[in-house]
């Protein structure tokens, strides 16, 4: 369980789950339903209220900030550059040679526009990215991810803000950057949804239900309902994905 302070409410309580190595796992709730707090403190961001979150067996509390996150790969919706040059980027946090930026830069399907920059992985991409798209700034986030090369990837996986052209292309990097790892994600997109393994459903920080896409299209729960949503064109309907943070 976990709260802000004595003050406030529980945001998450009584989560208990297990997840396999090597497992593809989506959360799916209201918007401030306790996805990404749960995340949070996997990544050891604050410390859990009562119970413990383990990592390889392991309370995070008792592992090294840097150890833990040495553990664990992050792609989050507002992808985090700094102002520098690509290389710079996507080397943060690891020793890279050029011949794995390029293959990095390729299995995040982001070697097509580098290739095309007068200064290619030595271009300045100014304050936060500016000068590269939305679209660009996620494709190098991805390949940050896969240099790092760590078993667990956290992903917040939304694509919704990127035009088609660009969505499929970031989208085909994060099919890469997933194969083989434990991945936990933040869902916004039912087609990525239903590839996952397991699909959490969390309603007012409490998990709803667990299981597969398949199970959980007919229980009538969260994930059935917005399954019935996603055709509708009322308004009232296009609200409710959006409640969910789902865009389609």
Known sequence: SFSYGHTSGPVLEDIT???????RIAFVGESGGGKTTLVNLILKLYPATSGQVRVNGQP?????????????????????????????????????????????????????????????FD?????????????????????????????????????????????????AGLDELMEGRTTLIIAHRLSTISTVDRIVTLRDGRID??????????????????????GSTRKADKAKLLRYDITR
């Open 17 to 23: 789950l297990a997840i396999g190595r090597g497992e």
């Open 123 to 171: 271009t300045e991409i100014g304050e936060r990215g500016i000068k590269l798209s939305g679209g660009q700034k996620q494709r190098i986030s991805v390949a940050r991810a896969l240099l790092k090369d760590a078993p667990i990837l956290v992903l917040d996986e939304a694509t919704s803000a990127l035009d088609t052209k660009a969505e499929r292309a970031v989208q």
């Open 60 to 120: 995070v509390n008792e592992i090294p900030v840097a150890a833990l996150r040495r553990e664990i790969g992050v792609v989050f919706q507002d992808a985090s550059l700094f102002s520098g040059t690509i290389r710079d980027n996507m080397a943060y946090g690891t020793v890279a040679t050029d011949e794995e930026l390029a293959a990095a830069a390729r299995r995040a399907n982001a070697a097509g526009f580098i290739g095309k920059l007068t200064d290619g």
């Open 209 to 230: 239900e667990i299981g597969s896409p398949a199970e959980l299209a007919t229980s009538g729960g969260i994930y059935a309902e917005l399954l019935a949503l996603q």
